[in-house]
């Protein structure tokens, strides 16, 4: 399990070096940038803005506030990994431009790898040390996760009406990433191309730098909005603010949910992209 989380990250590195490839070989690019930018925005405002509501909503009506503790260790937040992803992605496109198309990774290349790193995701929640059985018990932490997914959902389907060359399904799919950002664009480059693959992954950028600005905004009044904020990611990278603004009596809250939604996002994901 221990050589399993330490390979993941790096394997991350990998896959998004080749959607940058792949997304080298997309004719017309150059294009189609005004068109992804908008389809980044739009989707970014409905998922974000529909899970907020949605659970903003869920605080007023069943009001919780976290068990005050005190002590723990302080945290860094680092934006360096999400950079360095980016970084992934715009290395690999550089490669495509030069890369002689019998050099080119085979077409199911990435399908492959995409079931090697779920089974390593699998392993590496595992290797956290936390049980099925805690985070099931977490009544809240289950009741925030089924508010979030449902309202995130509806911001998928909003999108999906939004244009008309995306279908019901593809939209409930983009909007499954919950801002875990390196699978959501792997999942979506597989099933709907590069192109789609980079919103994906822009659109859960948006959500973790917007979750890292706005959790201690919403900590106080809404502390389920504000763990929602960060999605996937409240589980790891914007762990640290949540607890920094909301004590160590969130941090269950936290830990409860995010284990839910990366559970959760991976098979929303492959679910709804299955049906094209």
Excluded at 108 to 134: D, P, R, W, Y
Excluded at 215 to 227: D, G, H, Q
Aim: a negative charge; charged letters at 10%; proline letters at 4%.
């Amino acid at each position: 399990m221990r050589y399993a989380e330490l390979s993941l990250g790096y394997f991350v590195y990998v896959i998004l070096t080749l959607i940058g490839i792949e997304l080298a070989q997309v004719q017309g690019l150059g294009s189609q940038v005004m068109d992804i930018l908008l389809y980044v925005s739009v989707l970014s405002v409905l998922t974000i803005g529909c899970g907020l509501v949605g659970l903003m909503v869920f605080d007023c009506l069943l009001p919780w506030r976290p068990t005050l503790k005190e002590g723990g260790v302080e945290h860094k937040v680092s934006i360096r990994g999400s950079l360095v992803q980016v970084f992934c992605v715009v290395v690999g496109y550089v490669i495509g431009l030069f890369l002689p198309y019998d050099y080119l990774p085979p077409d199911n290349t990435m399908t492959v790898l995409l079931m090697i790193l779920i089974l390593l995701v699998g392993i590496g929640l595992k290797a956290s040390g936390i049980t099925l059985k805690e985070v099931l018990l977490s009544k809240r932490g289950m009741q925030t996760s089924i508010v979030f997914t449902l309202s995130v959902l509806v911001g998928g389907m909003i999108f999906s009406m939004f244009f008309e060359d995306v279908s019901l399904t593809q939209g409930l799919a983009m909007s499954s990433g919950f801002g875990w950002y390196s699978l959501s664009a792997i999942v979506m480059t597989d099933a709907y191309g590069a192109v789609w693959g980079s919103v994906a992954l822009f659109n859960d950028l948006v959500r973790e730098f917007f979750a890292l600005l706005f959790i201690p905004l919403f900590m106080r009044r809404y502390p389920s909005a504000a763990v929602g904020l960060g999605g996937a990611t409240s589980l790891d990278f914007t762990l640290p603010v949540i607890q920094q603004s909301g004590g160590l009596g969130i941090v269950p809250l936290a830990i409860s949910f995010g284990f839910i939604i990366n559970i959760v996002a991976p098979v929303l994901m492959v679910l709804f992209a299955s049906f094209g």
